[in-house]
């Protein structure tokens, strides 16, 4: 496996340590990380992993807006957000479903509807590979490791799908922090940083000038991307 420098690596910084305190009031054993809790009901719910058909496409849009206005603030303009961004994400769907092309488009039910989807752009650039497009998941259902099981499903696509099985990708926020974190645990590598291209449309659509750095993956076969 190839290994890439790291020129962005810098831009993931460690949050400052502290000790975090039980409900009794006593401090966890391990300082630095919070407490253990036990799993709540929703562990125990029935999880379906399939792929996306055309009668998704509102629950994708859904989804991708409410994420949108959660974590790309700051760097996507607050008219923008704060408007009809949920007939943009559905137009941008529709079509996307209607003709998927090149591209694989995975979604998880959890009963409650649908809790997270990933798109792969298969492809998509001759030196880095495919193109994780989007992977959001549903606000409730953060951090309870469906991030990880639709990253790596896009990797099991990558590799039985892409011409080139190997190489991987997605861009992250500059300011998202905590999803840098999650892409260097799956063993992605920090190797370019640019500016955050506009959404199509209207113009306005930025605030500001904000950055955004390409996480890669040399070949999609690393243990953290085994299923």
């Known amino acids: 496996m190839r290994a890439w420098s790291r020129p962005c690596a810098t831009a993931i910084r460690t949050a400052p340590r502290r000790c975090w305190r039980t409900r009794s009031g006593s401090r966890s054993a391990c300082c630095g990380r919070p407490p253990i809790r036990r799993p709540t009901e929703r562990a125990n719910v029935a999880l379906e992993v399939r792929t996306a058909v055309a009668d998704d496409a509102e629950q994708i849009a859904l989804l991708h807006a409410d994420s949108w206005r959660r974590f790309y603030r700051g760097a996507y303009s607050d008219a923008y957000l704060d408007g009809d961004i949920l007939s943009d994400r559905l137009a941008v769907w529709t079509a996307r479903?209607?003709?998927?092309?090149?591209?694989?488009?995975?979604?998880?039910?959890?009963?409650?509807?649908?809790?997270?989807?990933?798109?792969?752009?298969?492809?998509?650039?001759?030196?880095?590979?495919?193109?994780?497009?989007?992977?959001?998941?549903?606000?409730?259902?953060?951090?309870?490791?469906?991030?990880?099981?639709?990253?790596?499903?896009?990797?099991?696509?990558?590799?039985?799908?892409?011409?080139?099985?190997?190489?991987?990708?997605?861009?992250?926020?500059?300011?998202?922090?905590?999803?840098?974190?999650?892409?260097?645990?799956?063993?992605?590598?920090?190797?370019?940083?640019?500016?955050?291209?506009?959404?199509?449309?209207?113009?306005?659509?930025?605030?500001?000038?904000?950055?955004?750095?390409?996480?890669?993956?040399?070949?999609?076969?690393?243990?953290?991307?085994?299923?």
């Open 97 to 227: 479903m209607s003709a998927p092309g090149h591209s694989g488009t995975l979604v998880v039910d959890d009963g409650n509807g649908l809790a997270a989807f990933v798109h792969v752009a298969l492809d998509d650039d001759a030196r880095w590979g495919s193109l994780v497009d989007n992977l959001h998941v549903r606000h409730d259902r953060q951090r309870s490791g469906l991030g990880r099981v639709l990253l790596r499903k896009a990797a099991a696509v990558v590799a039985d799908r892409a011409a080139d099985h190997s190489r991987m990708y997605l861009w992250v926020l500059e300011q998202n922090l905590s999803a840098q974190r999650f892409y260097a645990s799956m063993g992605g590598a920090c190797v370019e940083k640019t500016l955050v291209t506009a959404p199509p449309g209207t113009t306005g659509r930025l605030a500001g000038t904000p950055a955004k750095l390409r996480i890669a993956w040399a070949d999609v076969s690393v243990p953290e991307l085994s299923e």
